[in-house]
Protein backbone atom coordinates (compact mmCIF):
# COMPACT_ATOMS: atom_id res chain seq x y z
CA UNK A 1 0.00 0.00 0.00
CA UNK A 2 1.18 3.41 -0.88
CA UNK A 3 0.66 6.59 1.42
CA UNK A 4 1.42 10.17 0.31
CA UNK A 5 1.95 12.60 2.55
CA UNK A 6 -0.05 15.31 1.33
CA UNK A 7 -2.32 14.63 -1.38
CA UNK A 8 -4.38 17.93 -2.51
CA UNK A 9 -5.47 15.71 -5.65
CA UNK A 10 -7.88 13.95 -4.05
CA UNK A 11 -9.65 17.02 -2.31
CA UNK A 12 -10.22 17.86 -6.08
CA UNK A 13 -11.52 13.90 -6.91
CA UNK A 14 -13.89 14.50 -4.35
CA UNK A 15 -15.50 17.72 -5.32
CA UNK A 16 -14.67 17.06 -9.30
CA UNK A 17 -18.27 17.34 -10.49
CA UNK A 18 -19.21 20.90 -8.71
CA UNK A 19 -15.62 22.52 -9.28
CA UNK A 20 -15.83 21.94 -12.95
CA UNK A 21 -18.72 22.97 -13.25
CA UNK A 22 -18.11 26.19 -10.99
CA UNK A 23 -14.75 26.65 -13.27
CA UNK A 24 -16.37 26.19 -16.53
CA UNK A 25 -18.60 28.78 -15.63
CA UNK A 26 -15.93 31.38 -14.63
CA UNK A 27 -14.83 30.51 -17.55
CA UNK A 28 -18.06 31.43 -19.59
CA UNK A 29 -18.32 34.69 -17.07
CA UNK A 30 -15.80 36.85 -19.02
CA UNK A 31 -14.60 37.64 -15.53
CA UNK A 32 -11.42 36.59 -14.38
CA UNK A 33 -9.86 39.17 -11.31
CA UNK A 34 -11.47 40.37 -8.76
CA UNK A 35 -15.22 39.98 -9.72
CA UNK A 36 -18.51 38.13 -8.11
CA UNK A 37 -16.53 35.01 -7.14
CA UNK A 38 -13.58 37.19 -5.01
CA UNK A 39 -16.08 39.24 -3.04
CA UNK A 40 -18.17 36.04 -2.19
CA UNK A 41 -14.92 34.23 -0.89
CA UNK A 42 -14.42 37.40 1.36
CA UNK A 43 -17.72 37.27 2.30
CA UNK A 44 -18.37 33.84 3.74
CA UNK A 45 -14.75 33.16 4.98
CA UNK A 46 -14.95 36.26 7.30
CA UNK A 47 -18.57 35.70 8.30
CA UNK A 48 -16.97 31.55 9.02
CA UNK A 49 -13.86 33.09 10.99
CA UNK A 50 -16.35 35.79 12.95
CA UNK A 51 -14.53 39.19 11.69
CA UNK A 52 -16.30 41.58 9.83
CA UNK A 53 -13.83 42.31 6.97
CA UNK A 54 -11.74 39.84 4.08
CA UNK A 55 -9.55 40.84 1.22
CA UNK A 56 -8.74 38.11 -0.85
CA UNK A 57 -4.90 38.25 -2.36
CA UNK A 58 -2.61 36.20 -4.36
CA UNK A 59 -0.79 34.46 -1.56
CA UNK A 60 0.08 33.79 1.88
CA UNK A 61 3.37 35.46 1.79
CA UNK A 62 1.78 38.12 0.33
CA UNK A 63 -1.40 38.49 2.89
CA UNK A 64 1.35 38.60 5.34
CA UNK A 65 2.94 41.42 3.84
CA UNK A 66 0.46 43.39 2.67
CA UNK A 67 -0.97 43.15 6.27
CA UNK A 68 2.35 44.80 7.91
CA UNK A 69 2.29 47.24 5.51
CA UNK A 70 -1.33 48.60 6.12
CA UNK A 71 -0.40 48.38 9.47
CA UNK A 72 2.20 51.06 8.38
CA UNK A 73 5.35 48.84 9.71
CA UNK A 74 8.29 49.40 7.48
CA UNK A 75 11.48 50.26 7.20
CA UNK A 76 13.32 50.59 11.18
CA UNK A 77 10.49 48.93 12.57
CA UNK A 78 10.75 45.13 14.25
CA UNK A 79 8.68 42.15 14.03
CA UNK A 80 9.23 39.67 16.78
CA UNK A 81 8.19 35.32 15.13
CA UNK A 82 9.94 32.30 15.14
CA UNK A 83 12.59 30.79 13.45
CA UNK A 84 10.51 27.34 13.03
CA UNK A 85 7.90 28.27 10.52
CA UNK A 86 7.45 28.40 6.76
CA UNK A 87 10.21 30.75 5.19
CA UNK A 88 7.25 32.86 4.22
CA UNK A 89 6.63 34.08 7.37
CA UNK A 90 9.66 35.80 7.42
CA UNK A 91 10.39 36.48 3.83
CA UNK A 92 6.87 38.67 4.11
CA UNK A 93 8.77 40.79 7.14
CA UNK A 94 11.22 41.35 4.58
CA UNK A 95 9.19 42.06 1.93
CA UNK A 96 7.46 44.71 3.80
CA UNK A 97 10.90 46.05 4.38
CA UNK A 98 10.54 45.67 8.29
CA UNK A 99 12.99 43.37 10.42
CA UNK A 100 12.45 39.86 11.66
CA UNK A 101 13.59 38.98 15.04
CA UNK A 102 13.43 35.58 15.80
CA UNK A 103 12.57 33.83 19.20
CA UNK A 104 12.58 30.29 20.63
CA UNK A 105 9.63 27.80 20.38
CA UNK A 106 8.14 25.94 23.58
CA UNK A 107 8.52 22.26 23.58
CA UNK A 108 4.95 21.38 23.72
CA UNK A 109 3.03 22.94 20.79
CA UNK A 110 6.21 24.34 19.05
CA UNK A 111 5.20 27.72 19.02
CA UNK A 112 6.26 30.84 20.34
CA UNK A 113 7.07 30.44 24.18
CA UNK A 114 5.79 33.94 25.39
CA UNK A 115 8.66 33.89 28.10
CA UNK A 116 11.12 34.81 25.18
CA UNK A 117 9.25 38.02 24.11
CA UNK A 118 11.00 39.79 26.68
CA UNK A 119 14.54 39.10 25.44
CA UNK A 120 13.51 40.26 22.01
CA UNK A 121 11.94 43.17 22.48
CA UNK A 122 13.41 47.22 21.35
CA UNK A 123 11.56 50.64 21.27
CA UNK A 124 11.77 49.75 17.30
CA UNK A 125 9.39 46.68 18.00
CA UNK A 126 6.12 47.24 16.36
CA UNK A 127 4.44 43.51 16.09
CA UNK A 128 4.00 40.22 16.91
CA UNK A 129 3.99 37.74 13.83
CA UNK A 130 2.16 34.31 15.83
CA UNK A 131 2.04 31.47 14.06
CA UNK A 132 -0.79 28.72 14.78
CA UNK A 133 1.89 25.98 13.47
CA UNK A 134 0.58 22.61 12.62
CA UNK A 135 -2.82 23.76 13.25
CA UNK A 136 -3.33 24.50 16.53
CA UNK A 137 -3.41 27.80 18.37
CA UNK A 138 -0.04 28.92 20.12
CA UNK A 139 -0.16 30.87 23.78
CA UNK A 140 -2.71 33.71 22.68
CA UNK A 141 -3.46 34.52 26.31
CA UNK A 142 -0.19 35.79 27.01
CA UNK A 143 0.79 36.68 23.53
CA UNK A 144 -2.00 38.80 23.86
CA UNK A 145 -1.02 40.47 27.75
CA UNK A 146 2.38 41.20 26.37
CA UNK A 147 0.96 43.22 23.09
CA UNK A 148 -1.47 45.22 24.82
CA UNK A 149 1.37 46.47 27.89
CA UNK A 150 4.02 47.08 25.21
CA UNK A 151 0.97 48.17 22.90
CA UNK A 152 2.12 46.04 20.29
CA UNK A 153 -0.20 44.99 16.83
CA UNK A 154 -0.49 41.33 17.10
CA UNK A 155 -0.20 39.60 13.75
CA UNK A 156 -1.61 35.88 13.14
CA UNK A 157 -0.23 33.96 10.52
CA UNK A 158 -3.06 31.20 10.38
CA UNK A 159 -1.86 29.54 7.40
CA UNK A 160 -2.06 26.08 9.08
CA UNK A 161 -5.35 26.73 10.52
CA UNK A 162 -8.25 27.50 9.03
CA UNK A 163 -10.97 26.86 10.75
CA UNK A 164 -9.01 25.88 14.22
CA UNK A 165 -10.50 27.53 17.68
CA UNK A 166 -9.06 28.66 20.90
CA UNK A 167 -11.45 28.87 23.71
CA UNK A 168 -14.24 28.47 21.03
CA UNK A 169 -13.00 30.93 18.99
CA UNK A 170 -11.82 30.82 15.43
CA UNK A 171 -8.04 31.94 15.02
CA UNK A 172 -8.32 34.43 12.61
CA UNK A 173 -10.58 36.50 14.36
CA UNK A 174 -8.50 37.36 17.64
CA UNK A 175 -5.48 39.57 16.41
CA UNK A 176 -5.56 43.15 15.11
CA UNK A 177 -5.17 41.46 11.42
CA UNK A 178 -4.41 38.00 10.27
CA UNK A 179 -3.18 36.12 7.00
CA UNK A 180 -4.13 32.84 5.72
CA UNK A 181 -1.99 30.66 2.88
CA UNK A 182 -4.77 28.64 0.85
CA UNK A 183 -2.03 26.94 -1.34
CA UNK A 184 -3.49 23.67 -2.17
CA UNK A 185 -2.26 21.47 0.77
CA UNK A 186 -3.35 23.75 3.27
CA UNK A 187 -7.14 22.91 5.21
CA UNK A 188 -8.36 25.28 2.84
CA UNK A 189 -6.58 24.78 -0.84
CA UNK A 190 -7.26 26.42 -3.90
CA UNK A 191 -6.00 24.67 -7.06
CA UNK A 192 -3.19 26.81 -7.71
CA UNK A 193 -2.23 30.43 -4.91
CA UNK A 194 -4.70 31.95 -3.28
CA UNK A 195 -4.26 33.53 -0.11
CA UNK A 196 -6.59 36.20 2.49
CA UNK A 197 -6.33 38.58 5.28
CA UNK A 198 -8.99 38.79 8.18
CA UNK A 199 -9.75 41.78 10.52
CA UNK A 200 -12.84 43.80 12.19
CA UNK A 201 -11.16 47.36 11.11
CA UNK A 202 -12.67 48.66 8.54
CA UNK A 203 -9.51 50.92 7.83
CA UNK A 204 -7.04 48.23 7.62
CA UNK A 205 -9.04 46.24 5.64
CA UNK A 206 -9.79 49.15 3.48
CA UNK A 207 -5.96 49.74 3.34
CA UNK A 208 -5.49 46.27 2.68
CA UNK A 209 -7.84 46.45 -0.14
CA UNK A 210 -5.50 49.72 -2.24
CA UNK A 211 -2.42 47.68 -1.46
CA UNK A 212 -3.19 44.55 -3.19
CA UNK A 213 -3.97 47.01 -6.16
CA UNK A 214 -1.51 49.54 -7.19
CA UNK A 215 -2.64 51.63 -4.04
CA UNK A 216 -5.46 52.60 -5.99
CA UNK A 217 -8.52 54.20 -3.98
CA UNK A 218 -10.83 54.47 -7.34
CA UNK A 219 -9.42 53.06 -10.60
CA UNK A 220 -6.01 54.74 -11.59
CA UNK A 221 -5.65 56.89 -8.56
CA UNK A 222 -3.22 55.42 -6.22
CA UNK A 223 -3.37 57.11 -2.59
CA UNK A 224 -0.95 53.97 -1.53
CA UNK A 225 2.24 52.73 -2.43
CA UNK A 226 0.62 48.93 -3.77
CA UNK A 227 1.52 46.58 -6.00
CA UNK A 228 0.01 43.50 -7.49
CA UNK A 229 -1.81 40.93 -5.34
CA UNK A 230 -4.95 40.16 -6.91
CA UNK A 231 -7.10 37.13 -6.32
CA UNK A 232 -8.53 35.26 -9.05
CA UNK A 233 -12.04 34.13 -10.04
CA UNK A 234 -11.00 30.79 -10.57
CA UNK A 235 -9.17 30.05 -7.33
CA UNK A 236 -12.19 32.06 -5.40
CA UNK A 237 -14.82 29.57 -7.06
CA UNK A 238 -13.01 26.86 -6.02
CA UNK A 239 -12.48 28.28 -2.45
CA UNK A 240 -16.06 28.81 -2.06
CA UNK A 241 -17.29 25.68 -2.60
CA UNK A 242 -14.19 24.32 -0.98
CA UNK A 243 -15.14 26.29 2.30
CA UNK A 244 -19.01 24.55 2.52
CA UNK A 245 -16.85 21.63 3.60
CA UNK A 246 -14.01 23.01 5.49
CA UNK A 247 -15.72 21.74 9.02
CA UNK A 248 -16.40 18.81 7.82
CA UNK A 249 -13.17 17.69 6.22
CA UNK A 250 -10.87 19.43 9.31
CA UNK A 251 -13.23 16.42 11.54
CA UNK A 252 -11.70 14.11 9.57
CA UNK A 253 -8.51 15.25 9.89
CA UNK A 254 -9.43 15.13 13.82
CA UNK A 255 -10.81 11.66 13.93
CA UNK A 256 -7.62 10.26 12.12
CA UNK A 257 -5.39 12.36 14.76
CA UNK A 258 -7.30 10.84 17.28
CA UNK A 259 -6.57 7.06 16.01
CA UNK A 260 -2.85 8.16 15.49
CA UNK A 261 -3.64 9.49 18.95
CA UNK A 262 -4.95 6.31 20.81
CA UNK A 263 -3.35 3.72 18.90
CA UNK A 264 0.68 5.09 18.31
CA UNK A 265 2.35 3.12 20.71
CA UNK A 266 6.09 3.22 20.87
CA UNK A 267 8.67 4.28 23.29
CA UNK A 268 10.45 6.08 20.88
CA UNK A 269 7.54 8.06 19.57
CA UNK A 270 5.73 11.25 21.10
CA UNK A 271 2.31 12.50 19.83
CA UNK A 272 1.50 16.00 20.13
CA UNK A 273 0.40 17.75 22.83
CA UNK A 274 -2.93 19.27 22.28
CA UNK A 275 -4.07 22.02 24.79
CA UNK A 276 -7.67 21.44 26.24
CA UNK A 277 -8.83 25.48 24.94
CA UNK A 278 -7.33 24.11 21.77
CA UNK A 279 -9.59 23.26 19.07
CA UNK A 280 -7.14 21.46 16.81
CA UNK A 281 -6.91 21.40 12.88
CA UNK A 282 -4.37 18.86 11.96
CA UNK A 283 -2.98 20.66 9.32
CA UNK A 284 -0.05 18.38 10.21
CA UNK A 285 0.29 15.47 12.50
CA UNK A 286 4.00 15.85 14.28
CA UNK A 287 5.64 13.17 16.35
CA UNK A 288 8.69 13.56 18.11
CA UNK A 289 11.55 10.76 18.27
CA UNK A 290 15.06 11.01 18.87
CA UNK A 291 15.12 8.47 15.18
CA UNK A 292 13.65 10.55 12.69
CA UNK A 293 16.01 9.89 10.26
CA UNK A 294 15.84 6.47 10.85
CA UNK A 295 12.12 6.41 11.13
CA UNK A 296 11.58 8.32 7.63
CA UNK A 297 13.92 5.56 5.61
CA UNK A 298 12.09 2.68 7.54
CA UNK A 299 8.20 4.73 6.42
CA UNK A 300 9.99 5.39 3.19
CA UNK A 301 10.61 1.28 2.27
CA UNK A 302 7.31 0.52 3.38
CA UNK A 303 5.77 2.71 1.17
CA UNK A 304 4.58 5.92 3.22
CA UNK A 305 5.78 8.99 2.71
CA UNK A 306 6.59 11.13 5.83
CA UNK A 307 7.50 14.88 5.77
CA UNK A 308 9.66 17.46 7.98
CA UNK A 309 8.23 20.77 8.98
CA UNK A 310 10.65 22.24 8.81
CA UNK A 311 14.41 20.86 8.72
CA UNK A 312 16.39 23.40 8.69
CA UNK A 313 14.95 26.42 10.80
CA UNK A 314 15.42 30.12 9.21
CA UNK A 315 17.82 31.26 10.59
CA UNK A 316 20.05 28.33 9.34
CA UNK A 317 18.76 29.17 6.32
CA UNK A 318 22.13 30.07 3.59
CA UNK A 319 20.17 34.00 2.52
CA UNK A 320 19.70 34.48 6.21
CA UNK A 321 22.19 32.48 8.66
CA UNK A 322 24.68 34.69 10.07
CA UNK A 323 22.58 38.34 8.62
CA UNK A 324 19.07 37.93 10.41
CA UNK A 325 18.62 39.28 13.94
CA UNK A 326 17.44 36.77 16.98
CA UNK A 327 16.89 37.07 20.90
CA UNK A 328 18.25 34.91 23.07
CA UNK A 329 19.00 30.97 22.24
CA UNK A 330 17.12 29.33 19.47
CA UNK A 331 17.97 25.86 21.68
CA UNK A 332 14.23 24.45 21.59
CA UNK A 333 14.00 25.52 17.53
CA UNK A 334 17.75 23.68 16.65
CA UNK A 335 16.58 20.62 19.11
CA UNK A 336 13.31 19.81 17.52
CA UNK A 337 14.12 20.57 13.98
CA UNK A 338 16.38 17.15 14.20
CA UNK A 339 13.78 15.24 15.85
CA UNK A 340 9.82 16.35 14.51
CA UNK A 341 8.70 14.13 11.67
CA UNK A 342 4.93 14.52 9.75
CA UNK A 343 3.03 11.56 9.34
CA UNK A 344 0.99 11.72 6.64
CA UNK A 345 -2.56 13.75 6.89
CA UNK A 346 -5.18 15.04 5.33
CA UNK A 347 -8.95 13.79 4.82
CA UNK A 348 -9.22 11.76 2.00
CA UNK A 349 -6.67 8.70 3.80
CA UNK A 350 -8.78 5.81 4.23
CA UNK A 351 -9.11 3.67 7.38
CA UNK A 352 -7.02 1.08 6.02
CA UNK A 353 -4.13 3.66 5.15
CA UNK A 354 -4.17 4.49 8.91
CA UNK A 355 -4.68 1.46 9.99
CA UNK A 356 -1.55 0.62 8.30
CA UNK A 357 1.04 3.86 9.62
CA UNK A 358 0.12 2.96 12.68
CA UNK A 359 1.21 -0.71 13.04
CA UNK A 360 4.13 0.50 10.62
CA UNK A 361 5.04 2.62 13.76
CA UNK A 362 4.05 -0.01 16.14
CA UNK A 363 6.65 -2.55 14.79
CA UNK A 364 9.61 0.01 14.71
CA UNK A 365 12.68 -0.90 16.27
CA UNK A 366 15.76 1.07 16.19
C1 LIG B 1 2.04 28.03 3.76
C2 LIG B 1 2.47 29.01 4.76
C3 LIG B 1 2.74 30.35 4.45
C4 LIG B 1 2.87 30.89 3.05
O1 LIG B 1 1.91 30.72 2.17
P1 LIG B 1 2.11 30.83 0.61
O2 LIG B 1 0.69 30.79 0.13
O3 LIG B 1 2.92 29.66 0.16
O4 LIG B 1 2.75 32.12 0.29
C5 LIG B 1 3.04 31.22 5.49
N1 LIG B 1 3.10 30.80 6.76
C6 LIG B 1 2.90 29.52 7.09
C7 LIG B 1 2.98 29.12 8.52
C8 LIG B 1 2.58 28.57 6.11
O5 LIG B 1 2.40 27.30 6.45
Not at 132 to 151: M, R, S, V, W
Not at 164 to 180: D, H, P, T
Request: proline share 3%.
Amino acid sequence: MKVLCTNPGAQFYNYQTEIEEGVSNVLRSNSYIMGNHVKNFEKDFSRYIGVKFGVGVANGTDAIEIALRALEIGQGDEVITVSHTAVATVAAIEAAGAKPVLVDIDLNSYTINPLNLKDALTANTKAILVVHLYGQAAYLDDIIDFCEKYNLNLVEDCSQAHGAKINGKRLGSIGKIACFSCYPTKNLGALGDAGIITTNDYVLAEKCKMIREYGWKTKFTSELIGRNSRLDEIQACILNIKLKYLDKNNKQRRNIAENYNSLINNQFIKTPVVRDINYHVYHLYVVYTDFRDQLLEYLKELDILAGIHYPVPIHDQPAYKNRIQVAGTLKNTNLVSRKILSLPMYPELTNNQVEYIIQAINKFKT
